[in-house]
Nanobody
């Protein structure tokens, strides 16, 4: 089984930056692609960005040009650099496998709050 631990969240003003990190442990050999998701208050979980083993990335339109996903296969980590943060980026951020891969158990997530 695979476990995820997300970190790096916090309180930031609009226009600021944060870097999230996700560490995977357990049966990590089974992970072919990774993604960052977020769940804003009162909304469903949303896929934000994904990255394949080879480094091909994909982003939801609302974060294109502002967020960058990256991974270190040797360390089994995936990061999300978030720049030019907006109020609507406030959410709990999680990492997991992207569709069509089956999701692993969800971690605790890391809270990102964008507020002036």
């Amino acid at each position: 089984q695979v476990q995820f631990v997300e970190s790096g969240g916090g309180l930031v003003q609009p226009g600021g930056s944060l870097r999230l990190s996700c560490a995977a442990s357990g049966s990590t050999f089974s992970i072919y692609a990774m993604a960052w998701y977020r769940r804003a208050p009162g909304k469903q979980r949303e896929l934000v960005a994904s990255i394949t083993l080879s480094g091909r990335t994909n982003y939801v339109d609302s974060v294109k040009g502002r967020f960058t996903i990256s991974r270190d296969n040797a360390k089994n980590t995936v990061d999300l650099q978030m720049n030019s943060l907006k109020l609507e980026d406030t959410a709990v951020y999680y990492c997991n496998a992207p569709p069509p891969y089956r999701a692993y158990p969800w971690g605790q997530g890391t809270q990102v709050t964008v507020s002036s």
